[in-house]
């Protein structure tokens, strides 16, 4: 591999102790089948050395590696304890969750080790505000209640963006399906984007804005899966020279609840096209929704409605290990689970949450949460999925090791937190 003779050439050169190399992260995460397209090592490579390979969708080499550790820092299946981007809650700003459903790492010398990110880490996390919520003006191809196109919308038309990170779908007619990362600039853009894909679109890696007309200053609202956002939050939290990537142009994050997320060919090219025959020229909705994957045609027929779990082959193997399921590091969580068909639940975490709904409230609909209960429900399934997950995949005897539980004990509130990964 490209990186790798790379590393043949600077063999005679002494290398500082401490360093963590780009070829460490494609050891450790890409080459290990772990990477889940989040774009953090991109967008945090001060060299500007990481691009993003067009075919495999995956983060490379593609200049020389100055070995400054930071891809390998900030990434989620890296070195970075993205426990430590979510803020801590108080009794007033969590929804406690029973005892029986905290999942803790079973080694009890490890006090510290705890996935539900200790202490500050039960319940839903810091939520000032929770909400249903659906667009006052729909937009067409909106997944739930179209709550997050209408508070683009109403951020753009109020002036107080200058732009959205989303997802539109690929300018390739023949993969309508694939969700493309884009920074939108218009209300208009912002509702050709609407909509859920299930796959992960190297999202942070787009925050290089010179392509775009924007203020020299922009402000930049993301929408991205939680893995994409505690990349940045870190970022944002540990300021750290970032190259070309704007991660200091970032003024709102919303973070959509996740259980999983796709390869792009294998779900939608040979589970849906091949094995099931799917016409995606007529299908009209895609949504994993009560354990289920459905697929609707623009007809209101229903193509596919069968357990996620048939699908899992095509998910990505990263997702497994993820505990984040509501986005706790950021400022809005939104998601279709905890609110009736067609209102999207609204969890407001930060300051700057409130203010953007405040600031959007004429386009949206706002009324109660209907049941946090739900969230507490899959975010204590999809945790307990991680905690198998990181015992398999980080078995001693297995190919390489991280020692999580050393990482976690020499936590000392820095990102840089000491990994030892072995080959
Ligand atoms: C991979 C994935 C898995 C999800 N899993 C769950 C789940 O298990 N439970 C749950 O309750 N909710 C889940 N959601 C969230 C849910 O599908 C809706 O996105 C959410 O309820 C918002 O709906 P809305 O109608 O308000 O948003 P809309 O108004 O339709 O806007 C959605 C926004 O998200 C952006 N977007 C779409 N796909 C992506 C992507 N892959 N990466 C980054 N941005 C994207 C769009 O560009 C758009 O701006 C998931 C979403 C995704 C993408
Ligand atoms: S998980 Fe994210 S940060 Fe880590 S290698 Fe993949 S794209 Fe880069
Ligand atoms: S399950 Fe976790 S790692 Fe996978 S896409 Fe969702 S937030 Fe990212």
Redesign the pocket.
Known sequence: MKQYELREQMNSITEPPGKTWFWELAAGVIDADRCIQCGTCVAVCPSNSIGVNEETNLPELIKMCTGCSQCWSYCPRGGLRYEATWPPSTPETDVPIPEENLVTRPDPGDAYWKITGGDPGAGLGRVLEAYA???AR??D????????????CGLLDAGAIDG?????PSDDPNEPWK?V??I?TTAAE?RA?????????M?LAELDLSTYALPPKPRIAT???PC?VQGLAAMQLRKWPTGAHRVDAVVLT?A???????DYEKLIVDELERRRVVDMERVSKI???RGRLIVEYADGAIAVDEPIKEFHGAALKGCDECAD?LGRSADIS?????SSDGW???LVRSDRGREAVERARGSLDIRHLDDPQA?LR?DAFDRRTAVEALERNFDPDGSFFIDFASHVKNYTGSYRAPVFLRH
């Open positions: 919520v659906r667009a729909r937009p191809g909106a997944q739930d209640g179209g709550a997050v196109s209408a508070l683009l959205a990170l989303v997802s539109k969700g990362a884009t939108a912002v984007a609407a909509g859920s894909f299930y796959n992960q679109t999202a929408v991205g899966t994409e919303v959509l609840l996740c259980t999983k997320s796709f949504d994993v929704i399921f939104v998601g279709s689970v905890g999207t639940s609204l969230l899959l």
